[in-house]
Protein backbone atom coordinates (compact mmCIF):
# COMPACT_ATOMS: atom_id res chain seq x y z
CA UNK A 1 0.00 0.00 0.00
CA UNK A 2 1.56 3.42 -0.84
CA UNK A 3 0.85 6.42 1.68
CA UNK A 4 -1.80 8.95 0.61
CA UNK A 5 -3.42 9.53 -1.74
CA UNK A 6 -5.99 6.86 -1.42
CA UNK A 7 -7.76 5.27 -3.93
CA UNK A 8 -11.43 5.32 -4.24
CA UNK A 9 -11.54 1.34 -3.07
CA UNK A 10 -8.98 2.39 -0.15
CA UNK A 11 -11.06 5.21 0.93
CA UNK A 12 -13.17 4.55 4.08
CA UNK A 13 -16.22 6.41 4.80
CA UNK A 14 -15.27 9.72 6.72
CA UNK A 15 -18.27 11.10 8.04
CA UNK A 16 -19.62 8.28 9.36
CA UNK A 17 -15.75 7.24 11.22
CA UNK A 18 -15.82 10.43 12.83
CA UNK A 19 -19.38 10.62 13.96
CA UNK A 20 -18.81 7.28 16.03
CA UNK A 21 -15.56 8.10 17.31
CA UNK A 22 -17.49 11.07 18.29
CA UNK A 23 -20.13 8.78 20.07
CA UNK A 24 -17.54 6.90 21.74
CA UNK A 25 -17.30 3.86 19.27
CA UNK A 26 -14.99 1.66 17.39
CA UNK A 27 -14.83 3.99 13.92
CA UNK A 28 -14.87 0.27 12.13
CA UNK A 29 -18.25 -1.27 13.37
CA UNK A 30 -20.02 1.36 15.48
CA UNK A 31 -20.88 -1.36 18.60
CA UNK A 32 -18.04 -1.55 20.33
CA UNK A 33 -16.89 0.83 23.00
CA UNK A 34 -13.52 3.05 21.77
CA UNK A 35 -12.51 3.66 25.49
CA UNK A 36 -12.12 0.99 28.40
CA UNK A 37 -11.37 4.28 30.55
CA UNK A 38 -11.87 7.80 30.48
CA UNK A 39 -9.03 8.69 27.61
CA UNK A 40 -7.98 4.94 27.31
CA UNK A 41 -8.46 3.37 24.12
CA UNK A 42 -8.99 -0.21 23.63
CA UNK A 43 -6.17 -2.26 22.10
CA UNK A 44 -9.20 -4.44 19.94
CA UNK A 45 -13.03 -3.41 19.31
CA UNK A 46 -14.68 -6.28 21.73
CA UNK A 47 -17.38 -6.27 18.56
CA UNK A 48 -15.23 -6.72 15.58
CA UNK A 49 -11.90 -7.40 16.96
CA UNK A 50 -10.60 -4.27 15.09
CA UNK A 51 -6.97 -3.07 15.92
CA UNK A 52 -7.25 0.53 17.50
CA UNK A 53 -3.54 0.19 19.46
CA UNK A 54 -2.43 2.36 16.27
CA UNK A 55 -4.11 5.54 17.46
CA UNK A 56 -1.67 8.42 17.55
CA UNK A 57 -3.96 11.10 19.14
CA UNK A 58 -1.58 12.19 21.81
CA UNK A 59 -2.11 15.88 22.74
CA UNK A 60 -3.87 16.24 19.50
CA UNK A 61 -6.95 16.28 21.61
CA UNK A 62 -6.20 18.28 24.42
CA UNK A 63 -4.98 20.85 22.03
CA UNK A 64 -8.35 20.97 20.36
CA UNK A 65 -10.32 21.11 23.72
CA UNK A 66 -8.34 23.95 24.97
CA UNK A 67 -9.16 26.32 21.61
CA UNK A 68 -12.72 25.77 21.81
CA UNK A 69 -13.13 25.89 25.76
CA UNK A 70 -10.73 28.92 25.49
CA UNK A 71 -12.43 30.82 23.05
CA UNK A 72 -15.97 30.19 24.72
CA UNK A 73 -14.54 30.73 28.01
CA UNK A 74 -12.76 34.42 26.68
CA UNK A 75 -16.16 35.25 25.56
CA UNK A 76 -17.75 34.62 28.41
CA UNK A 77 -15.95 36.33 30.78
CA UNK A 78 -15.83 39.56 28.40
CA UNK A 79 -19.51 39.26 28.51
CA UNK A 80 -19.90 38.78 32.28
CA UNK A 81 -17.81 42.14 32.45
CA UNK A 82 -20.14 44.04 30.09
CA UNK A 83 -23.19 42.16 31.57
CA UNK A 84 -22.38 43.12 34.98
CA UNK A 85 -19.59 45.39 35.51
CA UNK A 86 -20.21 46.03 39.45
CA UNK A 87 -20.54 42.11 40.34
CA UNK A 88 -17.97 41.01 43.21
CA UNK A 89 -14.94 39.38 40.98
CA UNK A 90 -15.34 36.06 42.39
CA UNK A 91 -18.55 35.49 40.81
CA UNK A 92 -17.90 35.04 37.70
CA UNK A 93 -14.42 33.32 38.29
CA UNK A 94 -16.16 30.89 40.12
CA UNK A 95 -18.59 30.38 37.32
CA UNK A 96 -16.19 30.52 34.14
CA UNK A 97 -14.01 28.10 35.71
CA UNK A 98 -16.47 25.50 36.40
CA UNK A 99 -17.92 25.74 33.16
CA UNK A 100 -14.69 25.65 31.72
CA UNK A 101 -13.58 22.34 33.69
CA UNK A 102 -16.90 20.69 32.87
CA UNK A 103 -16.86 21.24 29.18
CA UNK A 104 -13.07 20.49 28.96
CA UNK A 105 -14.06 16.96 30.73
CA UNK A 106 -16.97 16.35 28.59
CA UNK A 107 -15.45 17.59 25.18
CA UNK A 108 -11.92 15.87 25.43
CA UNK A 109 -12.77 12.03 25.02
CA UNK A 110 -15.63 13.02 22.16
CA UNK A 111 -12.58 14.95 20.26
CA UNK A 112 -10.12 12.43 21.49
CA UNK A 113 -12.60 9.84 19.79
CA UNK A 114 -13.53 12.38 16.86
CA UNK A 115 -9.49 11.97 15.84
CA UNK A 116 -9.21 8.58 16.38
CA UNK A 117 -12.10 8.25 13.93
CA UNK A 118 -10.13 10.68 11.58
CA UNK A 119 -7.07 8.32 11.66
CA UNK A 120 -9.16 5.23 10.83
CA UNK A 121 -11.04 6.31 7.78
CA UNK A 122 -7.87 7.91 6.24
CA UNK A 123 -5.85 4.74 7.10
CA UNK A 124 -3.25 6.43 9.51
CA UNK A 125 -0.71 4.88 12.03
CA UNK A 126 -1.13 1.56 11.31
CA UNK A 127 -4.79 1.43 9.97
CA UNK A 128 -4.34 0.46 6.69
CA UNK A 129 -5.29 -2.95 7.65
CA UNK A 130 -6.96 -5.34 5.53
CA UNK A 131 -11.05 -4.55 4.69
CA UNK A 132 -13.51 -6.29 6.89
CA UNK A 133 -16.79 -7.06 5.56
CA UNK A 134 -19.32 -4.99 7.94
ZN1 LIG B 1 -15.45 -2.55 16.05
Redesign the pocket.
Known amino acids: MTDLPLTLEERRPLGRSLRRGLRGR?P??G??ALFRAYLKVVDH?Q??G?DLSHQRADDAPAYFTIAIVGHFIVAGVLASEWIAPDSPFWIPALIWSALALASSLILLPRIKGLLIGLQWANRMHGFGGVEKAL
Open positions: CACKGCACE
